[in-house]
């Protein structure tokens, strides 16, 4: 990935990387809290707080997604470093990626975001950070 340019490096910093932890674990909390006033605007800081928690592994390690990877990059990185045993925990965030862009860039079709659809994703994002929170814990801190 750092051939092809979706990764670079970066200075590697674990105060970064729990600095992101700690913003993730913010928008898990507002998300909830704004679920049913603004479901869009809680879906993308529930899909921020999982981007956020990806991010923070590869901050740790010295990477994070160029312009041209992106949020996919960061997912595809972290699940291959830690698909065993982990990826059932972190495949929810792709589906949540494109349902995110549906709600940011709907079109005629696209369905209305709901508090419902939010409040079922709030767990599957927290499981996202514990597990982001837990590979910190086991790294090396730079």
Known sequence: MLESGELERVQASREHA???VDQAR???ESAEKICDSDPEGAYDTLYDAGRKALWAVLANQGLRPSHRGGHLAAYHAVRAQLDPPMGRQLRPFDRMRRQRRDA???????PEMVPSDVRADI????EIVDVAARVLDTMPVY
């Open 18 to 20: 729990d600095r992101l």
């Open 26 to 28: 913010r928008h898990l």
């Open 104 to 110: 940011e860039y709907p079109q005629i079709d696209t």
């Open 123 to 126: 767990p599957k994002i927290s």
